[in-house]
C-alpha cells in the first residue's frame, strides 16, 4: 500500500469518526437585536467548542446582503456546513445554490426560507405559527369573552418569525369577535423600537385608556413596552395584559413584578439539534428530515417566574 493510499484511508476515517477535515462551520448570526438572539450564539459557540467544531462567526447586524457575503465567504474559504438564521425568508436562492455547487451542506437555525428544500440540509426551529396561536388561545381564555382591543408588535417585516407569529396569533382569536387586532406595526425584534412604537400606540389609543392587550412578536419588544406603559401612567400586566414569545430572563423578571402575564418558549439551543444532524452526515451520509422542530412551552405567573429569572439569568441572553 503506497502512502498516498494510507494517508487518504486514514482522512476518510477521520471524517467518518467525526473528525479531521468535517470540522469547520461557518455560522451567520443574525445579529444581535434581542437577548434571546445573544443567547443562541452563546449557546452555539459553546456546543461547537464542546464538539471540537472550529465554528466562524460573522454578525450580519441585521442585514440580508452582509449575511450573502458572510456565506460567500464560508464557501471560498471551503468550511464544511454552514449555519445560517436568515434575516427574511426571501431572496436565498442564488446563493444557497452556490453553497449545494460547492457540496457545503447549509442548515437553517430559527428561520424558514422561502427557497426550494433541496438547497439546505435540515432547518431546526419551533413551529412559529404554533407559538403565536399559543399566545393567542392564551389571551382568549383569559378575557372570557370580554372586549378586549389588542395592540401588536411585530418583528422583523419579511421575517418568518413575524409573519407565522402573526398568522398564528390570529387563528388562536380566531371565532372570539370580541378581541380585535386595532393596531400592528414592526418593532423590529428591538427593545427600543418596541418602546418607541409602544409609545405611538398609546398616544393613539386615549393615552392607553382604550388598549386591553399588547401581543408582542418577542419579549424584548414586551419589555421596551412595558416601559413605555409605565411612563404612560398605567400598570402593565394589569390595565393592559401583556403576553410575548421567547421566554428571556427579563420576561420573567417583568412576570415576578406582575408586569407581565404570559410568554411562550423559543428555545435559544438551536445549535445542540443542528450539530447532531451535522455530525450524523458527516459520519455516514445520512440525511435528517427537513424539519427538526424543537419544544415550545406557555409560562404564566403561576410558573414561578423568579425561578425561571434564576435558572437563565446567566445562559447568555
Not at 455516514?284 to 417566574?305: C, E, H, M, N, R
Request: net charge negative; charged share 25%; hydrophobic share 40%.
Amino acid at each position: 500500500m503506497t502512502l498516498k493510499t494510507l494517508l487518504s484511508a486514514a482522512a476518510a476515517l477521520a471524517i467518518t469518526a467525526g473528525v479531521g477535515q468535517a470540522q469547520t462551520v461557518g455560522f451567520s448570526q443574525i445579529g444581535s437585536e434581542s437577548g434571546w438572539r445573544a443567547a443562541e450564539t452563546t449557546l452555539t459557540k459553546q456546543q461547537a467548542e464542546e464538539r471540537g467544531i472550529d465554528l466562524r462567526f460573522s454578525d450580519a447586524q441585521q442585514r440580508q446582503e452582509n449575511q450573502i457575503a458572510a456565506i460567500r465567504s464560508f464557501v471560498a474559504q471551503g468550511v464544511d456546513a454552514i449555519l445560517l438564521a436568515p434575516v427574511v425568508a426571501t431572496g436565498w436562492d442564488s446563493v444557497l445554490e452556490e453553497a449545494k455547487e460547492a457540496e457545503i451542506p447549509v442548515v437553517l437555525l430559527d428561520r424558514q426560507v422561502d427557497s426550494p428544500d433541496d438547497l439546505y440540509l435540515t432547518a431546526v426551529g419551533s413551529d412559529l405559527v404554533h407559538e403565536g396561536k399559543v399566545a393567542g388561545e392564551w389571551l382568549a381564555n383569559t378575557v372570557k369573552g370580554e372586549d378586549c382591543r389588542v395592540v401588536e408588535l411585530q418583528g422583523t417585516t419579511g421575517s418568518s418569525p413575524a409573519i407565522d407569529r402573526k398568522t398564528g396569533f390570529e387563528q388562536g382569536i380566531e371565532g372570539h369577535d370580541n378581541i380585535e387586532i386595532v393596531r400592528s406595526q414592526t418593532g423590529d425584534f428591538t427593545r427600543a423600537q418596541g418602546k418607541e412604537v409602544m409609545e405611538s400606540f398609546l398616544q393613539a389609543e386615549n393615552g392607553g385608556q382604550d388598549i386591553c392587550a399588547l401581543y408582542a412578536h418577542n419579549d424584548d419588544m414586551a419589555v421596551g413596552a412595558i416601559q413605555a406603559i409605565k411612563e404612560a401612567g398605567l400598570q402593565p400586566g394589569e390595565d393592559i395584559l401583556v403576553v410575548s414569545i421567547d421566554a428571556v430572563p427579563d420576561i420573567f423578571k417583568a412576570m415576578a413584578a406582575g408586569e407581565a402575564n404570559a410568554t411562550v418558549e423559543l428555545t435559544p439551543n438551536m445549535a445542540g439539534p443542528a450539530f447532531d444532524a451535522l455530525e450524523a452526515y458527516w459520519k455516514d451520509g445520512t440525511v435528517p428530515p427537513k424539519f427538526i422542530q424543537t419544544d415550545s412551552k406557555l409560562y404564566t405567573p403561576a410558573d414561578d417566574p423568579q425561578g425561571e429569572y434564576e435558572s437563565r439569568k446567566d445562559l447568555g441572553y
